[in-house]
C-alpha cells in the first residue's frame, strides 16, 4: 500500500479496537469491510462581520473498520477545516488519512509471526463516499509462503442528520447505518 500525502492542515487521530491474536486467512477468501458507528458532525461559525463572505467550518468523522477476511478490526477517526471565501467552500481532493494500527500475531506452532496490518481511510466531504486501504498477510496452504494483500473499497454512506442553528452558528450531527464494502485485491 502506498499512502497518500497527508495535507498539514488535517488532524488524524489515532484510535484502535480489534482482537490482538487475528487468525491467518486463506489468500483465496474474498475480502470484504465493515463499516461500523459512523458518526459525523460539522460546525459553521456565522459569517464574519468584518468580512461578510467568509466564514469556517469544522468538519470530523468517525468510524470502525473490520476486515471480514482477517476479523482485524480498527478505527478511523479525522478532522478537515474548511473556509468559505468570496461564495465558494474551499473543498480539497480526497486525502488518506491513517487509522488506529493493528498487528496480526499467529503462532503455526514454530515460533509463529506477527504483522502490521496498515489501513488508510479517506471521506469524501461532500459525496458521502468512505474509501478503505488496507494491508494484511494470508496464506494460500497450511505450510506455503506468506502473501501481502492489498485490499481497497468504498462505498456512500447514507447519514441520518440532524442540524442545530443558532445566530452564531450550524451544527450538524450525522450516524449512518453499517454497511459492507467488498475490496479490490491488487
Known amino acids: 500500500m502506498r499512502p ?29 469491510f465493515t463499516i ?33 477476511a482477517t476479523g482485524v478490526q480498527t478505527a478511523c477517526s479525522f478532522i478537515h477545516s ?6 465558494r467552500w474551499n473543498v480539497d481532493p480526497i486525502i ?17 509471526f506477527s504483522f502490521e496490518v496498515e489501513t488508510m481511510a479517506s471521506f469524501g466531504w461532500s459525496s458521502w463516499v468512505v474509501g478503505v486501504q488496507q494491508t494484511w498477510v494470508c496464506r494460500d496452504t497450511g505450510v506455503g509462503p506468506l502473501i501481502e ?22 451544527s450538524e450531527e450525522c450516524t449512518g447505518p453499517d454497511m459492507v464494502a467488498f475490496a479490490l485485491l491488487e
Open 82 to 87: 474548511l473556509s468559505y471565501q468570496g461564495g
Open 36 to 68: 461500523s458507528s459512523i458518526s459525523y458532525s460539522s460546525y459553521i461559525a456565522a459569517s464574519n462581520v468584518t468580512f461578510p463572505d467568509q466564514t469556517t467550518s469544522s468538519l470530523s468523522i468517525s468510524f470502525s473498520v473490520t476486515n471480514n
Open 96 to 112: 488518506w488519512h491513517p487509522c488506529g494500527e493493528r498487528t496480526m500475531s499467529w503462532d503455526g506452532g514454530k515460533g509463529g
Open 4 to 32: 497518500l500525502p497527508i495535507a498539514a492542515f488535517l488532524l488524524p487521530i489515532f484510535s484502535a479496537i480489534s482482537p490482538s491474536n487475528a487468525i491467518l486467512p486463506s489468500c483465496s477468501q474474498e475480502a470484504a
Open 149 to 170: 494483500r492489498n485490499g481497497t473499497a468504498s462505498a456512500t454512506l447514507v447519514p441520518a442528520c440532524s442540524t442545530t442553528s443558532t445566530d452564531s452558528s450550524t
